[in-house]
C-alpha cells in the first residue's frame, strides 16, 4: 500500500482499498484504562461550518461515535466514502455523528460559496467544516484523501483510516464501541441548517451535454435526470429525476443516481454513463425505453473476472465517447479507460493498470480520475483530470502520448 503526497499537502488515496492504519485494534483498543487514553483535538476556532447555525465543538457531540470524514470535493475516492459513510448513518441512526472536515486540495476549492453548492450537489445533509489550511488535518495527522477517523462517546480519539471500502471494519467499530459505552449514549438528531440551493430554472447540476441528429441531451446530477431538447431549446424529453434511483423503463418511471457522460449514435439512441449507479445505460428515444448495458448498481471494489457486462460491479463511469460500435469509458473511479463493444456484448479495461498514475511516469498506466473523452479522428482524446493534460490514444495501436495545444 503506498501513497503520494503533493506538495507537502497530502493526495488523495492512491490506491482506495487500503486496510485500517489505526484501527486494525479495535478488539483491544477500546479496553484501555480511561487515564491513558488521549482526549480527541478539538476544532480550531474560526473556520466556516455548513448546514449548522453555528460552530461544533467536540462538546457538543459527546455521547456519540463521531467519525471525522477529512475530504476534498474534488477527489472521487472522497466521494465514494460518501456512500458508505451514509449507508453508516442509515443504519446507525443518531448513535453516530459524521462531521465533513472539508480540506481542500486547490485553491479554488477553499471557496464557502463553492463548497455550499457541493454539499448541495451531493447531497450531504451532515455538519461540514471548511477547513482551507489544513489545520485538523495537522492535528490528527493526516496526510492523504479521504481519511476518517474515529473519536468514542468520551471524547477519546480512537483512530483513523485512510482508504475507501472499509464500512464492514468501520460498522464493526461502532458497535463494539456502543456496546462499551453502553447507557452513555447520546441518540439525539444535531440540529441542521441546511442551505437551500435552489435550482436554476431547469437545472441543478448541468453535467455533460451533447449533440446529434439535431438534438440535444443535457444531464443534470442533483436531479438525477437527462434533458432533451431541440437545436432551439424546445424540450422533447425529461427522463428519470427527481429523486435518485437505480430503474429500467418508460421515461416516467426510469431513474439515475447522478447521470454525467452523454454521447449519441448515428440512430439517434443515447448513452449515459450513470456515474452514481456505477453503469452504462442507453436511452432509445424513439421506443421511450432505458435499459442497462453495463454494471449491477454496485461500487466495484477490485478486479473481477466477470464477463457479462450486466454482472459487473464498475467504478464510477465519468464520461463516454462513441466509434462505431465500440464505446469507451472514462471510469474515473479506478483510473482506467474501458471499452464495451456494443455488438459482442463484451466489456474489458483499454488502458491504464487500476492505480492513479504520475505524470512523470509511463504513460501508459499513468492517468488519474479520467473525466473526459472525445473522438478525433481515430484516435480518443482523454482529460487525465488530476495530472493535468490531455492525452491522445490511439485504440488500433495502443499508443499514448501527450496532446499539447499550440499557438496558431
Known amino acids: 500500500?503506498?501513497?503520494?503526497?503533493?506538495?507537502?499537502r497530502g493526495s488523495c488515496w492512491r490506491r482506495g482499498f487500503a486496510a485500517f492504519a489505526g484501527l486494525l485494534f479495535?478488539?483491544?483498543?477500546?479496553?484501555?484504562?480511561e487515564d491513558q487514553a488521549l482526549p480527541a483535538p478539538d476544532f480550531p476556532p474560526g473556520l466556516d461550518w455548513l448546514n449548522v447555525d453555528k460552530?461544533?465543538?467536540?462538546?457538543?457531540?459527546?455521547?456519540?461515535?463521531?467519525?471525522?470524514?477529512?475530504?476534498?470535493?474534488?477527489?472521487?475516492?472522497?466521494?465514494?466514502?460518501?456512500?458508505?459513510?451514509?449507508?453508516?448513518?442509515?443504519?446507525?441512526?443518531?448513535?453516530?455523528?459524521v462531521i465533513g472536515v472539508h480540506s481542500p486540495k486547490f485553491d479554488h476549492e477553499a471557496d464557502p460559496k463553492a463548497l455550499r453548492r457541493i454539499l448541495a450537489r451531493y447531497q450531504r445533509d451532515e455538519p461540514v467544516v471548511n477547513d482551507p489550511e489544513h489545520l485538523m488535518?495537522?492535528?490528527y495527522g493526516v496526510r492523504a484523501w479521504p481519511t476518517l477517523a474515529v473519536i468514542d462517546p468520551s471524547g477519546r480519539y480512537v483512530g483513523k483510516a485512510a482508504g475507501e471500502g472499509q464500512e464492514a471494519r468501520l460498522a464493526l467499530a461502532i458497535e463494539k464501541l456502543l456496546a462499551l459505552h453502553q447507557g452513555q449514549i447520546d441518540d439525539r438528531p444535531l440540529a441542521l441548517s441546511l442551505d437551500a440551493v435552489p435550482a436554476r430554472g431547469w437545472f441543478a447540476a448541468p453535467e455533460k451535454i451533447a449533440t446529434g441528429t439535431g438534438l440535444v441531451a443535457i444531464s443534470d446530477s442533483r436531479l438525477?435526470?437527462?434533458?432533451?431538447?431541440?437545436?432551439?431549446?424546445?424540450?422533447?424529453?425529461?427522463?428519470?429525476?427527481?429523486?435518485a434511483g437505480f430503474q429500467d423503463g418508460g421515461f416516467v418511471e426510469a431513474r439515475f443516481r447522478a447521470p454525467r457522460g452523454l454521447v449519441f449514435d448515428a440512430?439517434?439512441?443515447?448513452?449515459?454513463?450513470?456515474?452514481?449507479?456505477?453503469?452504462?445505460?442507453?436511452i432509445d428515444l424513439k421506443a421511450g425505453?432505458?435499459?442497462?448495458?453495463?454494471g449491477t448498481g454496485r461500487k466495484g471494489l477490485r478486479d473481477s473476472r466477470q464477463t457479462d457486462p450486466l454482472a459487473l460491479d464498475l467504478r464510477s463511469p465519468w464520461d463516454l465517447a462513441l466509434d462505431g460500435n465500440q464505446l469507451y469509458i472514462a471510469m474515473a473511479g479506478d483510473h482506467r479507460i474501458w471499452r464495451l463493444d456494443l455488438t459482442a456484448r463484451h466489456l474489458a479495461t483499454l488502458l491504464g493498470d487500476g492505480q492513479a498514475g504520475s505524470p512523470h511516469g509511463d504513460l501508459k498506466p499513468?492517468?488519474?480520475?479520467?473525466?473526459?473523452?472525445?473522438?478525433?479522428?481515430?484516435?480518443?482524446?482523454?482529460?487525465?483530470t488530476n495530472n493535468g493534460r490531455i492525452l491522445a490514444f490511439d485504440p488500433a495501436t495502443g499508443k499514448v502520448r501527450v496532446w499539447e495545444p499550440r499557438e496558431s
Open 137 to 139: 488535518m495537522r492535528r
Open 224 to 243: 438525477h435526470r437527462i434533458l432533451v431538447t431541440d437545436a432551439e431549446g424546445r424540450v422533447s424529453h425529461r427522463i428519470g429525476g427527481p429523486e
Open 1 to 8: 500500500m503506498k501513497t503520494r503526497f503533493l506538495s507537502g
Open 26 to 33: 479495535l478488539a483491544t483498543a477500546f479496553a484501555a484504562p
Open 289 to 294: 425505453q432505458v435499459v442497462t448495458l453495463a
Open 55 to 97: 460552530p461544533l465543538s467536540l462538546a457538543d457531540l459527546r455521547g456519540k461515535v463521531v467519525i471525522l470524514d477529512f475530504w476534498t470535493y474534488g477527489c472521487i475516492n472522497c466521494i465514494h466514502v460518501m456512500e458508505e459513510l451514509a449507508r453508516l448513518r442509515q443504519r446507525f441512526g443518531h448513535q453516530i455523528a
Open 267 to 282: 440512430e439517434g439512441r443515447l448513452y449515459v454513463a450513470d456515474t452514481g449507479n456505477h453503469a452504462i445505460r442507453r
Open 366 to 384: 499513468g492517468l488519474d480520475e479520467p473525466g473526459g473523452l472525445a473522438r478525433l479522428g481515430d484516435q480518443v482524446l482523454i482529460a487525465d
